[in-house]
């Protein structure tokens, strides 16, 4: 989803690119959190907390997997510039949102929201609301998720420059199989 960003950043005045990002993440994980909250309400507390620290590692190992898996090739600048070149022929008018709207706004709006529909951190909200306080895991993730967005819009081609996909991957694999070994030795409440 990064790159998408980037180089939405990079057509098109950042702060409408901004806006559209960031209300897409906040609209996600709100979504996230509610399904996550109604899950113990589906399956018991306990079930949801196994299965929330299953994903834990599971996201933890795939991180890990595509990091090591990187040989460092650059083809996803190109690729997504393609798809958004595509995009830009294809895309059709939506008179009534435009009218309070800017495209540019709609245009990174949908794309993350599509970008990021059941990726890992969509299904780690969902889990983590269903076992820990939704409220906090809206506040944690729309936080999370607006630093990582300012960083990608402000210097997202110098910091994709300095810091390679696979540090980002390795780091986010350890960082889930942190959080797997919190969540296994932490007690359910029933």
Same mark, same amino acid.
Request: charged share 20%; aromatic share 10%.
């Given at each position: 989803?990064?790159?998408?960003?980037?180089?939405?950043?990079?057509?098109?005045?950042?702060?409408?690119?901004?806006?559209?990002?960031?209300?897409?993440?906040?609209?996600?994980?709100?979504?996230?959190?509610?399904?996550?909250?109604?899950?113990?309400?589906?399956?018991?507390?306990?079930?949801?907390?196994?299965?929330?620290?299953?994903?834990?590692?599971?996201?933890?190992?795939?991180?890990?997997?595509?990091?090591?898996?990187?040989?460092?090739?650059?083809?996803?600048?190109?690729?997504?510039?393609?798809?958004?070149?595509?995009?830009?022929?294809?895309?059709?008018?939506?008179?009534?949102?435009?009218?309070?709207?800017?495209?540019?706004?709609?245009?990174?709006?949908? +794309?993350?929201?599509?970008?990021?529909?059941?990726?890992?951190?969509?299904?780690?909200?969902?889990?983590?609301?269903?076992?820990?306080?939704?409220?906090?895991?809206?506040?944690?993730?729309?936080?999370?998720?607006?630093?990582?967005? +300012?960083?990608?819009?402000?210097?997202?081609?110098?910091?994709?420059?300095?810091?390679?996909?696979?540090?980002?991957?390795?780091?986010?694999?350890?960082?889930?199989?942190?959080?797997?070994?919190?969540?296994?030795?932490?007690?359910?409440?029933?």
């Amino acid at each position: 989803m990064s790159s998408l960003v980037q180089i939405l950043a990079m057509r098109h005045p950042r702060r409408p690119v901004l806006l559209g990002c960031l209300a897409s993440l906040s609209v996600m994980t709100v979504l996230s959190a509610l399904v996550g909250w109604a899950t113990p309400n589906l399956i018991s507390h306990k079930w949801a907390h196994h299965i929330t620290t299953l994903l834990f590692f599971v996201f933890g190992l795939w991180s890990l997997w595509d990091g090591i898996k990187d040989d460092g090739d650059d083809d996803e600048f190109a690729e997504v510039e393609a798809r958004l070149d595509d995009d830009e022929l294809k895309r059709q008018k939506r008179p009534f949102l435009s009218q309070f709207f800017s495209p540019i706004f709609l245009k990174a709006f949908s +794309v993350t929201f599509f970008g990021e529909w059941g990726d890992k951190s969509q299904l780690a909200t969902i889990g983590l609301a269903a076992d820990e306080n939704p409220l906090g895991v809206v506040l944690g993730g729309i936080i999370g998720q607006a630093l990582c967005t +300012v960083a990608a819009v402000l210097g997202g081609k110098s910091l994709a420059s300095r810091i390679s996909e696979k540090i980002v991957a390795l780091s986010g694999g350890v960082l889930f199989i942190v959080f797997g070994i919190q969540s296994f030795l932490s007690t359910v409440e029933s």
